[in-house]
Nanobody, 128 residues
Framework: QVQLVESGGGLVQPGGSLRLSCEAS????????IGWFRQAPGKEREGVSC????????YYADFVKGRFTISRDNAKNVVYLQMNSLKPEDATVYYC?????????????????????WGQGTQVTVSS
């Protein structure tokens, strides 16, 4: 079946690190732009990062730039989000998603309506 599954969330202290994984099943992940989003209770889903299918270029939201890194492992059909220097405000549910058949990974293109397949989410908690 066609699906995305996130993993790697958990509890970390402020300043710590986590690596989230997004594993694809039923399709070849590197044929699509892939994005990471997060959503806190009562707030809209916001873009975190994305990686392009065409040339591997990446986009990062200002609030994670310099701290998070998105990458692909094509052999494993997985996209990662390395999260360093975590802050309490980073704590929420993180989702990966697959875009449609277009290159959309940019400040303006990385929006939920342009993604057509979503994972179930993984919880990140940042606390002392």
């Amino acid at each position: 079946q066609v699906q995305l599954v996130e993993s790697g969330g958990g509890l970390v202290q402020p300043g710590g690190s986590l690596r989230l994984s997004c594993e694809a099943s039923g399709f070849t992940l590197d044929r699509f732009d892939i994005g990471w989003f997060r959503q806190a209770p009562g707030k809209e889903r916001e873009g975190v990062s994305c990686i392009s299918r065409s040339d591997g270029t990446t986009y990062y939201a200002d609030f994670v730039k310099g701290r998070f890194t998105i990458s692909r492992d094509n052999a494993k059909n997985v996209v990662y989000l390395q999260m360093n220097s975590l802050k309490p405000e980073d704590a929420t549910v993180y989702y990966c998603a697959r875009a449609g058949p277009a290159n959309i990974c940019s400040r303006y293109g990385h929006r939920p309506p342009l993604y057509n397949l979503w994972g179930q989410g993984t919880q990140v908690t940042v606390s002392s």
